[in-house]
């Protein structure tokens, strides 16, 4: 009998193939270091029976539309935001995700994102390897401390709760929106947007990216935030407007900002916010953690071996 065809639509080491190898035959994209371009991953999708996908492959509907054979769609991130959800469901796809396991490890990469923010790591290092370190000064290099300010977290899921027990380990004080209130979150308070965005001295975002949160951070909100305040994105590019940012740092409405993702990635080289001084970037190095992406391959592959073995199928999204 035929097996289903699995495309796997990123590089993966075979070992970790093993344990669902007997079950499917495999399609492999090869290069490690280049995405699948998007043309590439429709050709893909339109043979395969089963998709292994990665943040950057986009299922949109017309993708689905064209899949014939697809039954199901393991998507090795915890959000799903690149797979329309509804054509799936529409299309009896099953789609699976990869919930809890990247958590702390993406609360930490917060963490260390609001601190590089807060103490100029990445000018200093910057600095430091262009040979530009002259000398010591009084104020040269001086960041803001975290301790005992204010930490507004907008989106508070697991990974919010999270970064709320760090931040009282540094004595913060922690304030956070979310559509539900959260009373057992590590002492955080609830507040409105609006407030939050006016008392936070800075503030991690954090929700998934759905339309509800498409731009939940433009001008608007940039203006009501302090002039010393930091905001840092770790969820989704899209939820903070890029260029309403630029304006926002290049003006001093805000004192600095720093990102894990991005509206576009892999970020062109010529992004604007790359070239000022009080942006920090990082390549979505969320969930990059050995053990994180082990942990995140073995949800899949659960996911993958439950429907294989026609059992229910655990990390369901649809
Ligand atoms: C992934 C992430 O590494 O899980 C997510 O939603 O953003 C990251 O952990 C990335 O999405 C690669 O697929």
Redesign the pocket.
Known sequence: MQKPLLWVTFHLPQELLEPIKSYVDVKMWQDPEFDMPQDEFEAAAQEADILWT???NRVTADVIKRAPKLKMIA?????YNNIDTEAATEAGIIVTN?PDV?ADT?ADLAFLLMMMAARRTLEGARALYQGQWKGWQVLGMTGMDIHHKTLGIIGMGTIGELVAKRATGFDMNVIYHNRHEKPNAYGAQYRSKEDLLREADFIIVLTPLTPATRNLITKEELALMKKSAMLINVA?GGIVNEDDLYEALIKGDILAAASD?FVEEPVPTKHPLLTLANFTALP?L???TVET?LG?VSRNVESLLAYFNKHSIPFRVV
Not at 75 to 79: D, S, T
């Open positions: 990665v943040v950057s998507n090795l991130a915890v959000g990869t990247l993406t989704r993702v979505h969320g969930s990059a992406r995140m």
